[in-house]
């Protein structure tokens, strides 16, 4: 069993940032980060496997960085140049196999309690 625990979360004004740390209790192929605000479905925002490869969903892609330090399990998510629609719940996630995979909640076993996001105009 993975433990996954979350950090970072908080209200911000549009434009500004924020950064989530996740720590995992021991070292996972891939590990994630998943968003989801009421009413809709969990969507993938970044994740990155022990080997650097990286996917972003469209929502982060030139706005959100992701990082990852093997030696802690920690992988990091820097969020720059915030909107409100960035307001959701995120959540870490983990998962032990490696290789290439469709970036969907579905793909991932290990989940964190989450982390509140708020953006305001």
């Known amino acids: 069993q993975v433990k996954l625990v979350e950090s970072g979360g908080g209200s911000v004004q549009a434009g500004g940032s924020l950064r989530l740390s996740c720590t995992a209790s021991i070292r996972t192929a891939w590990m994630a980060w998943f968003r989801q605000s009421p009413g809709n479905e969990r969507e993938g925002v970044a994740a990155?496997?022990?080997?650097?490869?990286?996917m972003y969903g469209d929502s982060a892609k030139g706005r959100f960085t992701v990082s990852r330090d093997s030696a802690k399990n920690t992988l990091s998510l820097q969020m720059n140049s915030l909107k409100p629609e960035d307001t959701a719940m995120y959540y870490c996630a983990a998962d032990g196999s490696g290789g290439s995979r469709d970036f969907a909640a579905r793909e991932f076993n290990y989940w964190g309690q989450g982390t509140q996001v708020t953006v305001s105009s």
């Open positions: 990155m496997d022990v080997d650097g490869h990286t």
